[in-house]
């Protein structure tokens, strides 16, 4: 098939690529900056997404495309509802001024649907509340969809990692100083998923109609955050000081990351957007209808994707 992977430097991209590469696709990569792999057998354009000419003539012909491009963090913060949703709104113009348009895949965020509901994980019958401003710009990226009558589907994974996913590295790296950190003294639950499951899920779900404008959740497991940290340091065998921040300090850690964005005009890793869902305790999600309609099973447990990701930081630090 002939695929298109918006967003080709970021990390769930840069996966993609590697993965559809291994599976003889042809593969045409769009990025505003090039990513720093080696992209041997791929069409790779640094675009600006104001250049519809150009992407019609990229999206032509084309079986799919993957639209993974967005931003996670933002200065002003505010602002990143307006850049994801026009990002978004870019490529639709396009693909509905095609006679044949691509099947269209939105990697999109359990955080455009919100947390979990009353102790229970969020499924697709429940209405979207998101409560992050990134939240918002999955939301409305997903809105520009919803009036479309070509081919499209929406992937709403939760909280991703795996080998070069900037949040989880960092953890990782203070977990092999010996230091883990929760925050207040609620256990928090969360739904996962290791990033070669969100790429089976996505070749997955092109082939199934009845996911055609709708939207999905899917995931490779619950776990808590102390489940999380102790399979951790249980990979890596040694002792480790779990430092516990009360909530009450948040507020603070808030009013630093606001100076500091201000000071140097860049998003910082702990800004107010992620600390807003940091502090809630249960963001599960329940992704049996995707199971049900593809037959689909994640192939990584928290053992084994966290094993991995450690592998690949031990070899690249």
């Not at 918002?136 to 997903?142: C, G, H, Q, T, V």
Request: proline fraction near 5%; charge should be positive.
């Amino acid at each position: 098939m002939k695929l298109v992977i918006t967003g080709g430097s970021g990390f769930i991209a840069t996966h993609c690529i590697q993965y559809f590469q291994r599976q003889n696709h042809e593969i045409t990569v769009l990025s505003r900056s090039r990513p720093n792999k080696n992209l041997r057998d791929v069409f790779w354009y640094s675009v600006s997404y104001e250049d519809e000419e150009k992407l019609k003539k990229i999206l032509f012909s084309k079986d799919v495309i993957f639209h993974i491009a967005s931003s996670l963090r933002y200065f002003p913060i505010q602002k990143i509802v307006e850049v994801n949703e026009q990002l978004t709104a870019k490529i639709v113009t396009i693909c509905n001024q095609l006679t044949s348009p691509p099947k269209f895949v939105l990697v999109s965020s359990q955080a455009a649907g919100g947390p979990s509901i009353q102790g229970r994980p969020r499924n697709e019958q429940d209405a979207s509340e998101p409560i992050s401003y990134y939240g918002m710009s999955k939301l409305a990226s997903e809105k520009k969809l919803y009036s479309s009558d070509f081919w499209w589907t929406i992937q709403r994974p939760p909280a991703v990692f795996g080998p070069e996913e900037k949040d989880i590295v960092h953890f990782l790296k203070l977990a092999k100083k010996g230091i883990t950190i929760q925050i207040g003294n609620q256990e928090r639950k969360f739904s996962w998923i290791y990033v070669h499951d969100v790429i089976t899920s996505l070749e997955k779900c092109i082939y199934h109609d009845d996911l055609k404008h709708k939207f999905w959740y899917v995931r490779s497991g619950d776990t808590t955050w102390n489940e999380f940290a102790h399979t951790v340091v249980q990979i890596l065998q040694r002792k480790v000081v779990s430092v516990k921040l009360p909530e009450i300090v948040i507020p603070i850690v808030k009013n630093v990351s606001s100076l500091k964005e201000k000071f140097t005009q860049k998003p910082t890793l702990l800004n107010e957007d992620k600390l807003r869902e940091l502090v809630i305790p249960d963001w599960r999600c329940d992704d049996t209808f995707f199971r049900n309609v593809t037959h689909w099973k994640p192939t990584y447990s928290l053992q084994s994707a966290l094993q991995e990701t450690l592998q690949w930081l031990e070899k690249n630090e």
